[in-house]
């Protein structure tokens, strides 16, 4: 039995590991108006097979957003 994880989800490995701040989030079918972000200023909390824990950055990990890789449309860090 072969696992398939995307190739997206070792580049959010990555940033978890360096606790970068991701500036923008934007995800599929988001209720967002066109153009808007629906994360901001968020690091990457964890990474399981296929989805991204997300927390604001600078808090205590209080708020957290559970978003599968499938859905993240784009980053920009």
Same mark, same amino acid.
């Given at each position: 039995?072969?696992?398939?994880?995307?190739?997206?989800?070792?580049?959010?490995?990555?940033?978890?590991?360096?606790?970068?701040?991701?500036?923008? &989030? /934007?995800?599929?079918?988001?209720?967002?108006?066109?153009?808007?972000?629906?994360?901001?200023?968020?690091?990457? @909390?964890? #990474?399981?097979?296929?989805?991204? &824990? /997300?927390?604001?950055?600078?808090?205590?990990?209080?708020?957290?957003?559970?978003?599968?890789?499938?859905?993240? @449309?784009? #980053?920009?860090?």
């Amino acid at each position: 039995m072969s696992v398939y994880f995307s190739p997206y989800r070792y580049f959010f490995v990555q940033l978890s590991q360096t606790q970068q701040i991701i500036s923008e &989030v /934007f995800l599929l079918s988001s209720n967002q108006p066109s153009g808007t972000p629906d994360l901001t200023g968020v690091r990457v @909390l964890e #990474v399981g097979g296929d989805y991204v &824990v /997300f927390t604001q950055a600078g808090s205590a990990g209080a708020v957290r957003s559970y978003v599968p890789i499938d859905k993240i @449309l784009s #980053v920009e860090l």
